[in-house]
Every structure is written in C-alpha cells, then in structure tokens.
T-cell receptor, first 108, second 112 residues
Framework: RKEVEQDPGPFNVPEGATVAFNCTYS??????FFWYRQDCRKEPKLLMS???SGNEDGRFTAQLNRASQYISLLIRDSKLSDSATYLC?????????FGTGTSLTVIP | EAGVAQSPRYKIIEKRQSVAFWCNPI?????LYWYQQILGQGPKLLIQ????????DSQLPKDRFSAERLKGVDSTLKIQPAKLEDSAVYLC??????????FGPGTRLLVL
C-alpha cells in the first residue's frame, strides 16, 4: 500500500467553481501534512501546511482528519492561474512522502 | 534570500554513460534531499542528508546511484552507469531542521 494516495484527476472546472481534493495516508504516526503546488515543468512549491484545526489562506482551505487519515484541499472561486498539479505531502518519522499529485485545469 | 540552486538544468546522455548533478541548498539548511520525479508521478525520495550524514537512503539504487555531501553544504548525485529508466527530473530540496522543504528547479535527465 502506498504511503500517500491521491486521485490523479484530471479535474477540469470552470472559472469561479469550487473544487476539492482529498488525500489519504497510511501511517497513523504521521506528524505533519502539506499541500504543494507544481506547475508544468517546474519544481513543487509549498502551498500550505495542514493543521489539525484546519487552516485557511484566502481562497484555499486545508483540513486534516486524523481519525480517517485523510487531508483535503478546497479551492473556492477558481482562477485560471490555479491550473497546476497539487501534491499531498505527509511527514512521518522525519521522512516526507509525496502523493502522485492531482491535476487541475481551470477553464475560461 | 537565495533559493536552492541546481546544475545542470538539462542533460542528455546515452545509456551506460555516467552523469553527475550538483545542488547548493539554502544557506543554513542542514537537511538536504534528492528526489527523482518520473513524468506523471510524485517525487520519490532517493536520499536525505542531515549535515553531512545520511539519514535515509533506503530507496537509492546503490548499485548505480551515489550521493555525497562532504562538507555538509553542497551535494552531488551521481549515476553510473545510466539506464533508460533513469530518465526523470532530479530535484534537490533543503529544509531547516526537517520543516518545510524548498525545492530547486531540478535537472531534467534524458537517457537515450
């Protein structure tokens, strides 16, 4: 079983739509959680960390459910510039595990 | 603040040749990571250094891959000999005390 699993998509949504991605992890001892964004042919960049209490940054909301071992990312009012691959990252035992990424395309 | 630097950005070699990649992490970042990212997949950790010591190299194909970080700053990753399946982007990342990772631009390797 993979450490981190994501639906690869692709998700194609119109501008202004709300879209949600989920990610599950297998190690119950995982300590920290992140969403990274990766544009085509670019390196991954941190989008936001995910805290147990949930956190919001503008149009982006991340949530963690430790009991069910999943994290989510909600993007409201999608912009064309949100088109990218979103990588779920889990830190367990000081090791980082990446999901395969979920591809999002926002359509005009 | 300067980011993670990597070179070269692109490399094309023939199978069975050797290749080396270089990474300079963000100043002060003790932890350095090398990842392999194959098209359509997430990054896979190859090796993790804490200063000049190896923390995890369990997924490094040691028969052909090697890495070092002799002075606890710069690092090199070498492949010898290369195989077709080594074609990928090799990403270097660094972090301060194992927190948020910052990635370099990567080296795109094509093995023919």
């Amino acid at each position: 079983r993979k450490e981190v699993e994501q639906d690869p998509g692709p998700f194609n949504v119109p501008e202004g739509a709300t879209v949600a991605f989920n990610c599950t992890y297998s190690n119950s001892a995982s300590q920290s959680f992140f969403w990274y964004r990766q544009d085509c042919r670019k390196e991954p960049k941190l989008l936001m960390s995910v805290y147990s209490s949930g956190n919001e940054d503008g149009r982006f909301t991340a949530q963690l459910n430790r009991a069910s071992q999943y994290i989510s990312l909600l993007i409201r009012d999608s912009k064309l510039s949100d088109s990218a691959t979103y990588l779920c990252v889990v830190n367990a035992g000081n090791q980082f595990y990446f999901g395969t990424g979920t591809s999002l395309t926002v359509i005009p | 603040e300067a980011g993670v630097a990597q070179s070269p950005r692109y490399k094309i070699i023939e199978k069975r040749q050797s290749v080396a990649f270089w990474c300079n992490p963000i100043s002060g970042h003790a932890t350095l990571y090398w990842y392999q990212q194959i098209l359509g997949q997430g990054p896979k950790l190859l090796i993790q250094f804490q200063n000049n010591g190896v923390v995890d190299d369990s997924q490094l194909p040691k028969d052909r891959f090697s890495a070092e970080r002799l002075k606890g700053v710069d690092s090199t990753l070498k492949i010898q000999p290369a195989k077709l399946e080594d074609s990928a982007v090799y990403l270097c990342a660094s972090s301060f005390l194992g927190a948020t990772q910052y990635f370099g631009p990567g080296t795109r390797l094509l093995v023919l």
